[in-house]
């Protein structure tokens, strides 16, 4: 069984930044891909951004520019630095997770994150 346990969500004011952090409790290097979620009240859980165990990145358009998955093998962890943000990004966002040879999706607790106008 795997942990994931996010950090960094808070409140910020509009164009600010925040870095989100997804620590897993196994080793990163065998991960197929890694992936952002959030979720607004009244709406359904969306895809912010993913990374291959490639490096390879794909983002919601509605945060292309403005948001950046990244991961550091050495400390078990992924990323999501955004920057720019707006009170529509106001959401939980979650921490998702699979890795090689398991077939089981992994998910963080949820960190929330606020931005005010």
């Known amino acids: 069984q795997v942990q994931l346990v996010e950090s960094g969500g808070g409140l910020v004011q509009a164009g600010g930044s925040l870095r989100l952090s997804c620590a897993a409790s196994?080793?990163?290097?065998?991960?197929?891909?890694a992936a952002w979620y959030r979720q607004a009240p009244g709406k359904q859980r969306e895809l912010v951004a993913e990374i291959s165990g490639g490096g390879s990145t794909n983002y919601a358009d509605s945060v292309k520019g403005r948001f950046r998955i990244s991961g550091d093998n050495d400390k078990n962890t992924v990323y999501l630095q955004m920057n720019s943000l707006k009170p529509e990004d106001t959401a939980v966002y979650y921490c998702n997770a699979r890795f090689l040879f398991d077939p089981t999706d992994y998910w963080g607790q949820g960190t929330q994150v606020t931005v005010s106008s």
């Open positions: 196994r080793s990163t290097f065998s991960i197929n891909r």
